[in-house]
């Protein structure tokens, strides 16, 4: 088994690989057993049109934590790992800290993950943890060192994230007003990073998860 052989499996349930690490020989008492941590993601585009189509996509609570375990427990019995969901808790596990691990996320200028390839729209399914060693691809530096704009810091328009922290109350309750509606079709902070744009994220998911954000504060 090889990182593109498990990769090939994720990809052809829209999922991939986001990056990984070797499991130190101390390491947290979670991965103890394991040898290899994989951080899987959505396969964009192709991830929402699988989604959509699943029967979980219309259960009237957690529809995609309910597809990620379907799925991803289904690829971790195939190859005899563990999975680990970032909805396990409390406690929960710890994935930025695992991102951050791979080499391949980075922390933004306002303190939120960057993504080598998805950019500050990275956003995990859940995490694999293999009992064999698997050969790494190599750490990407992060692409904030880079962007000279930096838009992410001037595109709220409520500057609900800084370099200082994210004002989660703020910006849900600026959402959730008329004037606020455009936000719902992403993150204006983290559609602003240059790699998200490349991604690939449709709007309609964007749209999803930024309702299950918000919950039925919203306004009419």
């Not at 008492?29 to 929402?48: K, V």
């Not at 990073?193 to 918000?214: D, I, K, N, T, Y």
Request: glycine share 6%; net charge negative; charged share 15%.
């Amino acid at each position: 088994m090889t990182y593109d052989d498990v990769n090939a499996l994720l990809r052809a349930n829209a999922l991939r690989i986001l990056g990984g690490f070797l499991v130190p020989s101390d390491p947290d008492p979670i991965l103890q057993g394991s040898q290899t941590l994989l951080m899987i993601g959505p396969d964009e585009p192709a991830f929402w049109p699988v989604f959509q189509a699943s029967d979980e996509f219309n259960l009237p609570k957690d529809p995609m934590d309910h597809w990620s375990k379907r799925v991803l427990g289904g690829i971790a019995e195939t190859l005899d790992a563990r999975v680990f969901y970032p909805s396990d808790g409390p406690p929960y596990p710890p994935f930025f800290t695992w991102a951050l691990q791979t080499g391949r996320c980075h922390s933004s200028p306002i303190n939120l993950l960057v993504h080598d390839r998805a950019g500050m729209m990275v956003s995990f399914r859940g995490a694999l943890a293999l009992p064999v060693p698997l050969d790494m691809p190599p750490p990407q530096p992060s692409p904030c060192l880079s962007c000279s704009a930096k838009p992410c810091l001037t595109t709220c328009p409520v500057t609900a994230l800084t370099p200082d922290g994210y004002d989660v109350d703020l910006c849900k309750s600026h959402i959730a007003t008329p004037v606020g509606r455009d936000c719902m079709q992403g993150c204006k902070a983290r559609l602003a990073c240059p790699v998200s744009q490349s991604f690939g994220r449709l709007p309609e998911q964007s749209a999803f998860h930024m309702r299950a954000f918000v919950g039925p504060v919203m306004s009419e």
